[in-house]
C-alpha cells in the first residue's frame, strides 16, 4: 500500500478512536527500498512523516503510556524494519539532521547513516508548525497529504504566528512563541524571524524589540485542526 496513504489512515484511526493495529503492521512489514522509492520527493517525506509523528506521540501516549522525556527518545515506531523515536523523525529526518538543543545550528555527528538516508533534501522551518506534542502550546494536530503539502503548511504557519504573535505597538515590541527561539537556526536567526513574522503578518517591525512567550506545557491530547482544508 501508498506509503503515504497509510501514513493518513494510521493518524485518521487515531483521531476517530478506532483499531490502527493493522496500520502499525503494514507500516512496519513495509520494506526498506520500497518506503524510499515511495517517498521520492521532499513533499511526500514531509507529509509522510510529519502524519507519523502525530499519530504516534498520540499511540505512545495514550496506548503505552510514555510520559516526557523518555516519549520522545524511546524507539518504539515500527517503520519497514527501522525503530525510531519521536526525536529521530523530528530532528534527523524533518529537520536535516539537526542537535536538538543547538537552537538549529549544529548537526548531530551521532544519527545512524540508515535515519540520514530518510532525510528531507531541505531543511523546511515550517514543520514546527505541524509537529504536535501534546501540550498547550503545540499547533493543531492535521492531516498532510503530498498533493496539499504546500498550502497546508502555509496554513499552517499562518495560524500558528496569529494564535502566538502580540503586538504592542505603544511599547514597540513584539512577543511570538519560544517554539521560534529555541530553533532559530531553522528560522535563519532573529534576522529570519522578523523577515517571517513581517512576511506572514504583514507587520512592519523594523524599530520593534522581539520577545518570546513562554510556552504552556499544559497537557492537550487531542487537539485537532479543525479547518475542513486539513479534513
Known amino acids: 500500500m501508498n506509503a503515504n496513504l497509510l501514513s493518513e489512515q494510521l493518524l485518521l484511526a487515531t483521531k476517530s478512536g478506532k483499531p490502527f493495529f493493522r496500520e502499525m503492521v503494514q507500516l512496519e512489514l513495509m520494506p526498506l527500498q520500497e518506503l524510499k522509492s515511495s517517498l521520492n520527493t521532499d513533499q ?34 515500527k517503520v519497514a524494519g527501522l525503530s525510531l523515536s519521536l526525536d529521530d523523525i523530528e ?65 499552517a504557519t499562518q495560524s500558528f504566528l496569529e494564535s502566538e504573535t502580540i503586538v504592542l505597538d505603544a511599547q514597540k515590541k513584539i512577543s511570538t512563541s519560544r517554539l521560534l527561539w529555541w530553533y532559530q537556526g531553522d528560522f535563519g536567526g532573529k534576522t529570519g524571524i522578523r523577515r517571517m513574522l513581517e512576511s506572514t503578518l504583514h507587520l512592519q517591525l523594523q524599530e520593534y524589540i522581539l520577545t518570546f512567550s513562554d510556552y504552556d506545557w499544559t497537557e492537550q491530547l487531542n487537539n485537532f485542526h479543525t479547518s475542513e482544508y486539513f479534513a
Do not use: D
Request: proline share 6%.
Open 44 to 77: 511526500f517525506k514531509l507529509a509522510f512523516w510529519i502524519n507519523i509523528y502525530n499519530a504516534y506521540f498520540l499511540i505512545l501516549r495514550k496506548e503505552m503510556k510514555l510520559e516526557k522525556p523518555s516519549i520522545f527518545f524511546k524507539r518504539e515506531i
Open 91 to 155: 530532528h534527523v529526518i524533518l529537520r536535516r539532521n539537526r542537535l536538538k538543543w543547538s537552537f538549529g545550528y549544529l548537526p548531530n555527528p551521532f544519527s545512524s547513516l540508515s535515519m540520514r538516508r530518510l532525510m528531507v533534501a531541505k531543511r523546511e522551518y515550517r514543520v514546527h508548525f505541524a509537529l504536535n506534542c501534546g501540550v498547550k502550546s503545540c499547533p493543531p494536530i492535521a492531516t498532510y497529504t503530498p498533493e496539499k503539502i504546500e498550502r497546508q503548511l502555509e496554513m
